[in-house]
Structures are given as structure tokens and as C-alpha cells.
């Protein structure tokens, strides 16, 4: 129990576009759920929080124009980068957490930028 | 504020322990955790501990919490080639949501 995807896996786009990363609880109804970001040997770093039907909280220095985070259900958040830029590549992480204390993490997105 | 640190590297032989020492500094802390990373791969949550107690067992894990010093350690006992990973310690902080805040992470290396 307690899986969470991401989809897609790995992405190469263009300079200037845009890509949506899905974040999916496929076995529980996730409360919260939150967006890291990692860079290469780097540790994670929280970019936003999104609690169902509600606007996403955003870390400080995080442009939330740029990293729009939509939380429609209980078991999916998508993450759109917009006009992604080379220095948005990294591996994008999100993790959900139902009632309890456990943050259930899902296998990450790559994305790299040309 | 929130800063958890973590020394960058571990290598050990096989079948020895292996210590993964954590420092973090806010003292409000709820729950401190150890997540295991593999390359390429995603968090997987390997133990968490709550803040008033000092240890925890599980199998071959064992979490060992100091708060006055706010010291966090994992031992894994008989270390395997399969316990090669990253390992970050994290904390979480009370409030609504308990944000978890990651270590820097630290890359063990089990020598055969």
C-alpha cells in the first residue's frame, strides 16, 4: 500500500515550453501533498506544499508563475513548469501524505531542458 | 531555524556496521526520519522516530536520538552491497501541514 507515481518519468523539452508532471496516490486519498526539487548530490529541496481544492503554498524563492501546482482531487498533483529554461532541469519529486505522520514519496521526474 | 546536516560520505566494508550521524537545530522538532535513495530513484522511508523518545530498533536499524544535543544517528548492523544508497536524515516541524525539512544526505559506499 501507500504508492505513489509520477508520470512521466523522464522528459526532454525545448527551451521556452512548458511540461506538467502528474503526482498520483494510487492506493489512498492524500491530504497534502508536496513538490521537491533536486539537484545533482544535492539534498531535496521543498518548493511547494498543495492541499486539495486550495491554492498551493509556496517556498520562499520559488516563483509560483513558473511552477504552477494545480491539486484537483485527492489523488492527483500536477506541477506545470512554464517557458522551462535549461536551469529548470532537475529531478522533481513529489510526495503525499494521508491523516498520519508518513510522507509517501514518489520514484521522480528528470527533467532536462535544451 | 531549520538546517539539518549530515556528513557527505560513508564507506564501509561488507558485514561491518555502518553509522550515519544528523544534525539539526530546531528544537521543536515532532518526528525525525531516515529516507533511503537509490540512483536515479525516489525517497524510500526507511525508519522514523518520535522526538521524545531516544531509541529505535527494526531489524537491522537502529535509530539512536539525542535531542539535548540534537544529535540523530542510523546504524545498520551487517552492512550489505545492497545498502549502498544515499541516506538522508529529515525532521518535521509542528504545524498544519509538518513540513519536512532534508538533511544533505549521506552517500554510503559498502566495499565488498
Known amino acids: 500500500g501507500a504508492v505513489v507515481s509520477q508520470h512521466p518519468s523522464w522528459v526532454i523539452c525545448k527551451s521556452g515550453t512548458s511540461v506538467k508532471i502528474e503526482c498520483r496516490s494510487l492506493d489512498f486519498q492524500a491530504t497534502t501533498m508536496f513538490w521537491y526539487r533536486q539537484f545533482p548530490k544535492q539534498s531535496l529541496m521543498l518548493m511547494a506544499t498543495?492541499?486539495?481544492?486550495?491554492?498551493?503554498?509556496?517556498e520562499q524563492g520559488v516563483e509560483k508563475d513558473k511552477f504552477l501546482i494545480n491539486h484537483a482531487s485527492l489523488t492527483l498533483s500536477t506541477l506545470t513548469v512554464t517557458s522551462a529554461h535549461p536551469e529548470d532541469s532537475s529531478f522533481y519529486i513529489c510526495?503525499?501524505?494521508?491523516?498520519?505522520?508518513?510522507?509517501?514519496f514518489g520514484p521522480g521526474t528528470r527533467l532536462t531542458v535544451l | 531555524g531549520e538546517d539539518v546536516e549530515q556528513s557527505l560520505f560513508l564507506s564501509v566494508r561488507e558485514g561491518d556496521s555502518s553509522v550515519i550521524n544528523c544534525t539539526y537545530t530546531d528544537s521543536s522538532s515532532t518526528y525525525l526520519y531516515w529516507y533511503k535513495q537509490e540512483p536515479g530513484a525516489g525517497l524510500q522511508l526507511l525508519t522514523y522516530?518520535?522526538?521524545?523518545?531516544d531509541m529505535k530498533q527494526d531489524q537491522r536499524l537502529t535509530v539512536l536520538l539525542n535531542k539535548k544535543d540534537k544529535h540523530l544517528s542510523l546504524r545498520i548492523a551487517d552492512t550489505q552491497t545492497g545498502d549502498s544508497a544515499i541516506y538522508f536524515c529529515a525532521e518535521s516541524l509542528p504545524g498544519g501541514y509538518q513540513k519536512v525539512t532534508f538533511g544533505t544526505g549521506t552517500k554510503l559506499q559498502v566495499i565488498p
Open positions: 522516530i518520535f522526538s521524545n523518545m
Open positions: 510526495s503525499a501524505r494521508t491523516q498520519g505522520l508518513s510522507q509517501f
Open positions: 498543495s492541499n486539495e481544492g486550495s491554492k498551493a503554498t509556496y
